[in-house]
């Protein structure tokens, strides 16, 4: 099956410094979704991105499909964006299953 | 409008009990999907439904299986309970069939096995 690395695994950071994850995935795909799992265990969905750049607020994100990798930038880090931060695909011609990466856990301090 | 809901929020079981779990998509959504995270790892597929009918499975024993409703809504149901069985078991909705369709996902069932 597909397999979906994220780097770093772990991650620590004073707030208002900048960050960057890396999601790798090993086959090509057409669904490409980056999540935040806060510490209550609630997945939010943060950007829906099979290919191109989009920016949120302080968060962007950008996959190159042809090289099978994505970035998440988070700028201006806050206590709130603590919580392990996922990326997961979806294979073509599949049903609608995500395969999630290893996680990026964030914590971010005062 | 509300998002996905999920029931009930926490349980605890012992082994060998069978449960069942109740999600809603949002509203308009029609395929719904199953997901497992045990502790320190990420979610894993189990079911997606589709009108109904089952759409996908993953890696899992036939003590699970899952069902979908006219309205949509779905349960999960797993008998024979093991203390491995242990996980927040996360529910998704999407529009349509694919795998190019964003998932939003519901807070979650914590399951506990004793």
């Known amino acids: 099956g597909i397999q979906v690395e994220q780097s770093p695994p772990d991650l620590i950071l004073q707030e208002g410094a900048n960050s960057t994850l890396r999601c790798n995935f090993s086959?090509?795909?057409?669904?490409l979704q980056w999540f935040h799992q806060n510490p209550w265990g609630q997945l939010i969905n943060l950007f829906y991105?099979?290919?191109g750049t989009k920016q949120n607020g302080r968060l962007s994100a950008t996959t190159v499909a042809t090289e099978r990798y994505s970035l998440l930038y988070i700028s201006s880090s806050q206590t709130t964006d603590s919580g392990v931060y996922f990326c997961?695909?979806?294979?073509?011609?599949?049903?609608?299953?995500?395969?999630f990466g290893t996680g990026t856990r964030l914590q971010v301090t005062l | 409008d509300a998002g996905v809901t999920q029931s009930p929020t926490h349980l605890i079981k012992t082994r060998g009990q069978h449960v069942t779990l109740r999600c809603s998509p949002i509203?308009?959504?029609?395929?719904v999907s199953w997901y497992q995270q045990v502790l320190g790892q990420g979610p894993q597929f189990i079911f997606q439904?589709?009108?109904?009918?089952?759409?996908g499975r993953g890696n899992f024993p036939d003590r699970f299986s899952a069902r979908q409703f006219p309205n949509y809504s779905s349960e999960l149901n797993v008998n024979a309970l093991l203390l491995g069985d242990s996980a927040l078991y996360l529910c998704?909705?999407?529009?349509?069939?694919?795998?190019?369709?964003?998932?939003?996902f519901g807070d979650g069932t914590r399951l506990s096995i004793l």
């Open positions: 086959d090509s795909v057409n669904n």
């Open positions: 439904y589709y009108e109904k009918e089952e759409r």
């Open positions: 998704a909705s999407s529009s349509r069939q694919g795998a190019n369709q964003p998932q939003h």
């Open positions: 509203s308009g959504h029609k395929s």
């Open positions: 997961a695909v979806g294979l073509t011609g599949t049903a609608s299953k995500l395969t």
């Open positions: 991105i099979p290919s």
